[in-house]
């Protein structure tokens, strides 16, 4: 069973545009993590949210959390062709240890 | 450091076939897991490890069987290929503790016909 979802599924935007993408998970959690991955290879680490913050930036990218609708959205603005890859949120897997659920991904796709 | 390692990067196998899936770290992270990423899919906890001579099973584990010898290493073994384990595999390291940021290997593309 995956705990988080992401939504939308897929995104094309044109460059220089901002990316919305959202991620909702069903129970609670102590951290959420945002990734990227790119075709055909490993998961980049984003950023890590915990569950008593509420919003983080890593330069174009801005992650938010509210715990109280269960949802995560993060932003990338000015988006570049280079940005166009599979993002992942993924949340505390409770059963497994430290080890985390990821959802099914939003395929962002930046049209130059 | 050279962070995550895996061997090998593709493979193909026929159904029945065994093989181990190889995954090192040098950077003396405790938490070791596999995870199986399915076309259009997140990816899915198969096994993980605690610490050497410690693991335990992730969310699909049938059909896999791993070990941790030495801090090192955490190789994933399929006894018996199917076709429903083709897939892509992600091996993944960490230090304990809560928030740990888990580093992933490059993945394993592996068919089984």
């Known amino acids: 069973s995956q705990q988080g979802e992401e939504d939308p599924q897929a995104l094309s935007i044109q460059e220089g545009e901002n990316a919305t993408m959202n991620c909702s998970y069903k129970t609670s959690i102590n951290n959420l993590q945002w990734y990227r991955q790119n075709s055909g290879r490993g998961l980049v680490h984003l950023i890590l949210i915990r569950s008593n913050e509420r919003e983080k930036h890593s330069g174009r990218l801005r992650v938010t959390l509210d715990t109280s609708k269960k949802s995560s959205s993060l932003l990338i603005t000015a988006s570049r062709a280079a940005d166009t890859a599979s993002y992942f949120c993924?949340?505390?897997?409770?059963?497994?240890?430290?080890?985390?659920?990821f959802g099914p991904g939003t395929r962002l796709s930046v049209l130059p | 450091n050279a962070g995550v390692t895996q061997t090998p990067k593709f493979q193909v196998l026929k159904t029945g076939q065994s093989m181990t899936l190889q995954c090192a770290q040098d950077?003396?992270?405790?938490?070791m897991s596999w995870y199986r990423q399915d076309p259009g899919m997140g990816l899915r906890l198969i096994h993980y490890?605690?610490?050497?001579?410690?693991?335990d099973q992730g969310e699909v584990p049938n059909g896999y069987n791993v070990s941790r010898s030495t801090t090192e290493d955490f190789p994933l073994r399929l006894l018996s290929a199917a076709p429903s384990q083709t897939s892509v595999y992600f091996c993944?390291?960490?230090?304990?503790?809560?928030?740990?940021?888990?580093?992933f290997g490059p993945g394993t593309r592996l068919t089984v016909t």
């Open positions: 950077m003396n992270h405790e938490y």
């Open positions: 490890s605690v610490g050497a001579g410690i693991t």
């Open positions: 993924a949340t505390d897997a409770r059963n497994y240890g430290q080890n985390f659920v």
């Open positions: 993944a390291s960490s230090y304990a503790g809560t928030g740990a940021r888990p580093l």
